[in-house]
T-cell receptor, first 113, second 114 residues
């Protein structure tokens, strides 16, 4: 069974600084997809970024980028130029071969002015 | 931007009562999902639905749960006899293809069983 581990329950960053959220996963699949979702206080789950495991190039979406290390099964999220609106819970997730997302336990990110 | 709409946003029900949580997926999406998040815990898969039938379901999705797409636009989750432990945030999601591009989630229904 796939597992996703987020070892940082909470992180904090100052506005305009950079922060990295960690995620490791375990899967026996050779082809899979990884995601980061943001959950602000409104509780909606918002897709931040996705990575296809067969692509070596790290995904980037504006201020958000990932460091995907396939051999190490690591998938960290880097947020550059942090903004107050980035404060939220961030969930790492892996899509298994039955088309369901396996989520980590989340990292709560606080952003200080 | 198209949205997945869930109603109600918050529902309080008495233990043993039936509840129906409603979702309107994005109109051209073909794959539909329900997930739940017990307060302070991780998001868990409940069920996936495609072509008018369940594709996958988790151990949580027992006989008390059912899903339906009654009219081609709504996608509902029914809990027949609610228990206290069913209190959670329930998220509906949809996608055009299978979820490799990431689902679009709704804003959730907070279910409180008293």
């Amino acid at each position: 069974a796939q597992t996703v581990t987020q070892s940082q329950p909470e992180m904090s960053v100052q506005e305009a600084e950079t922060v990295t959220l960690s995620c490791t996963y375990d899967t026996s699949e050779s082809d899979y997809y990884l995601f980061w979702y943001k959950q602000p206080p409104s509780r909606q789950m918002i897709l931040v970024i996705r990575q296809e495991a067969y692509k070596q190039q790290n995904a980037t979406e504006n201020r958000f980028s990932v460091n995907f290390q396939k051999a190490a099964k690591s998938f960290s999220l880097k947020i550059s130029d942090s903004q107050l609106g980035d404060a939220a819970m961030y969930f790492c997730a892996c899509l298994d071969n039955t088309d369901k997302l396996i989520f980590g336990t989340g990292t709560r990110l606080q952003v200080f002015p | 931007e198209p949205e997945v709409t869930q109603t109600p946003s918050h529902q309080v029900t008495q233990m043993g009562q039936e509840v129906i949580l409603r979702c309107v997926p994005i109109s051209n999406h073909l794959y539909f999902y329900w997930y739940r998040q017990i307060l302070g815990q991780k998001v868990e898969f409940l069920v996936s639905f495609y072509n008018n039938e369940i594709s996958e379901k988790s151990e949580i999705f027992d006989d008390q749960f059912s899903v339906e797409r009654p009219d081609g636009s709504n996608f509902t989750l029914k809990i027949r006899s609610t228990k206290l432990e069913d209190s959670a945030m329930y998220f509906c999601a949809s996608s055009y293809r299978q979820g490799s591009y990431g689902y679009t989630f709704g804003s959730g229904t907070r279910l409180t069983v008293v």
